[in-house]
T-cell receptor
Framework: AQSVSQHNHHVILSEAASLELGCNYS??????LFWYVQYPGQHLQLLLK??????LVKGIKGFEAEFIKSKFSFNLRKPSVQWSDTAEYFC???????????FGAGTRLFVKA | DAGITQSPRHKVTETGTPVTLRCHQT?????MYWYRQDPGHGLRLIHY???????DKGEVSDGYSVSRSKTEDFLLTLESATSSQTSVYFC??????????????FGEGSRLTVL
């Protein structure tokens, strides 16, 4: 079955620290890839997406992600986190041509001021 | 703003009672989804729709049914609610008109508690 794995369930960082959240998926075909963010008490919002082309994609609020096809990975990065980045982050995959988007279990990030 | 409204936003019910959650969109998009969110599980797809009266099951469809009699409304029904269905339910839509891309816009969520 297709699945999405997020390596870290909880991450605690101090402000200005660098962030990298891991995401791997198990699907051998072409995929569209996403990172969503959910701030406390809110619904999910799109952070960034990859459909094709440059494997390094930039999203909102200084986030970026790199697609490495050979590793089936789509890791999320930010050079310097802020307290306002405290949220839960979800990696998601859509096998191209299908009607479903599959989500990982999420990573809760807490940034200490 | 994707124009998605979920109702009710909060509901407490008792085991064995039927519950219907409504998702309403204002922009006539083709694809609509129901997910449930539980700690440690992320979002899991319950059912989805790719057109009026066209629906299919997701990964956790047991105990749930859906209906879509018009483009703007997608209803999720729990025929006989159980405590394991206590969750936050999110409706989502895809705005793509050229085919599903996987990019979703979410509603505000409906928190359901089954006692």
């Amino acid at each position: 079955a297709q699945s999405v794995s997020q390596h870290n369930h909880h991450v605690i960082l101090s402000e200005a620290a660098s962030l990298e959240l891991g995401c791997n998926y198990s699907y051998g075909g072409t995929v569209n890839l996403f990172w969503y963010v959910q701030y406390p008490g809110q619904h999910l919002q799109l952070l960034l997406k990859y459909f094709s082309g440059d494997p390094l994609v930039k999203g909102i609020k200084g986030f970026e992600a790199e697609f490495i096809k050979s590793k089936f990975s789509f890791n999320l990065r930010k050079p310097s986190v802020q307290w306002s980045d405290t949220a839960e982050y979800f990696c998601a995959v859509n096998p191209t041509g299908g009607f479903k988007t599959i989500f990982g279990a999420g990573t809760r990030l807490f940034v200490k001021a | 703003d994707a124009g998605i409204t979920q109702s009710p936003r909060h509901k407490v019910t008792e085991t064995g009672t039927p519950v219907t959650l409504r998702c309403h969109q204002t922009e006539n998009h083709r694809y609509m989804y129901w997910y449930r969110q539980d700690p440690g599980h992320g979002l899991r797809l319950i059912h989805y729709s790719y057109g009026v009266k066209d629906t299919d099951k997701g990964e956790v469809s047991d105990g749930y049914s859906v209906s879509r009699s018009k483009t703007e409304d997608f209803l999720l029904t729990l025929e006989s609610a159980t405590s394991s269905q206590t969750s936050v339910y999110f409706c989502a839509i895809s705005e793509s008109e050229t085919g599903y891309t996987g990019e979703l816009f979410f509603g505000e969520g409906s928190r359901l508690t089954v006692l």
